[in-house]
């Protein structure tokens, strides 16, 4: 902690560029990662930490061919960084339009099936504030969100799963059901509500076995007997729903998957019962991590903007 201390005490040799490749560096635990994130060649990236190492007169990162890993002072001091960038950048908000002056690039993980019910409004308005923000978005499927999360490939993300991890942070702001997805032709299309056995009859078309989706189904519908089977599965949730609205069979989404049904709309959203069965989004962010005042600006107005029903 003394060593610590005695950095810090140094900190006005250190320019701010500097700083954030580190921080950058840390976060990613890669040089080529950071590099890229950083819009950097990797040798200007490496001559910027030498140059940081040199200002503090310590070894901030243990090299080794596979990896980055910190030395014990290079973790502490990756935290204090990281609080000095956020105190640095939120002092630009209270100057005036201090907001436009913030740059950089956010990174958010989120499962496909969220992405339109969570982002668009909030991204309009995020731009608004922060013009010179580039935010990147992965759609990816549940898994690779998680990943992305964990690896510090995205600041934070939106997924359902992640709960049950030790190195994550899961904030729930979405609970949502699986309902039934069939054709306004389809024999259960008139009816209010449907049960699990009630399927069995009919062309059933489900999540591949390699989604997150098709395991929550799995586990919750272990003990039910009667289960429809499938004729053809498909590894992403939007693929099985067109397959619907094409006549080609039923099958159970999450709400959110579903389109919005209009007058003239082909699918029809039936709740399905006898058990029901649900899934919880929430936001995600590797444990202990400190967002940028951008990424941590982005994280809040998503919660305001999402409908908490738990």
């Not at 040799?13 to 700083?19: A, C, N």
């Not at 910190?70 to 502490?76: F, I, K, S």
């Not at 499927?141 to 964990?150: C, H």
Request: aromatic residues 6%.
């Amino acid at each position: 902690m003394q060593e610590l201390d005695k950095l810090m005490h140094h900190a006005h040799k250190i320019e701010m560029s500097d700083l954030r490749t580190f921080v950058t560096v840390a976060e990613r635990g890669s040089f080529s990662a950071a590099a890229l994130d950083l819009h950097l060649s990797q040798p200007a990236l490496s001559r910027r930490i030498a140059k940081l190492e040199s200002s503090l007169g310590v070894l901030l990162i243990e090299r080794t061919t596979r990896q980055v890993d910190l030395t014990a002072v290079g973790r502490d001091f990756a935290r204090k960084a990281r609080e000095v960038l956020n105190s640095f950048e939120s002092s630009l908000l209270g100057i005036g339009d201090g907001t436009g002056h913030l740059y950089g690039e956010v990174t958010i993980a989120c499962v496909p099936t969220a992405v339109i019910h969570f982002l668009p409004e909030v991204l309009k308005n995020y731009r608004r504030v922060y013009p010179q923000i580039l935010v990147r978005v992965m759609d990816e499927g549940a898994s690779k969100t998680l990943s992305s999360v964990a690896r510090s490939e995205a600041d934070f993300g939106i997924n359902y799963v992640g709960a049950q991890e030790i190195n994550i942070e899961f904030d729930p702001i979405f609970k949502e059901r699986f309902v039934l997805a069939c054709r306004y032709d389809h024999p259960l299309a008139a009816q209010a509500s449907v049960t699990w056995a009630e399927l069995a009859g009919y062309d059933y078309i489900a999540i591949g076995k390699d989604s997150g989706n098709r395991f929550l189904l799995d586990m919750a519908l272990a003990d039910i007997p009667n289960l429809p089977q499938p004729i053809c599965e498909a590894r992403h949730v939007r693929t099985v729903v067109d397959m619907v609205e094409a006549g080609l069979g039923i099958a159970a989404v999450p709400v959110l998957a579903m389109p919005q049904v209009t007058a003239g709309s082909a699918l029809r959203s039936i709740s399905l019962e006898a058990p029901h069965v649900s899934r919880t989004l929430g936001l995600i962010r590797r444990r202990g991590r400190v967002l940028s005042q951008a990424a941590e600006q982005l994280y809040k107005m998503i919660k305001e903007r999402a409908v908490v029903t738990l």
